[in-house]
């Protein structure tokens, strides 16, 4: 597997991307790292990409209650 650090400040990172990211990374630290420093990265980044996927969650949860908001108020209306 390819060494691939994720810079999430930097890329525009789908929804996707991040979890896939996030599963090779549990990955890794379940199956055990020698290099203490490396495990350390690892968690780091996958703390940064659980707030990200956090944060896109709350947004979509956010749109979906506008919306059905929305649509209660238009079934109301007619």
């Not at 650090?5 to 549990?26: C, G, P």
Request: net charge negative; glycine share 2%; with cysteine.
């Amino acid at each position: 597997m390819i060494e691939k650090r994720v810079d999430i400040m930097n890329e525009n990172l789908s929804f996707e991307q991040a979890i896939k990211r996030l599963e090779e990374i549990v990955y890794k630290l379940e199956t055990g790292i020698e290099d203490l420093e490396k495990t350390v990265a690892l968690y780091e980044e996958g703390s940064k990409l659980v707030d990200y996927c956090s944060e896109k969650l709350h947004a979509v949860e956010n749109k979906i209650e506008t919306l059905s908001k929305e649509t209660a108020k238009e079934s109301d209306e007619e």
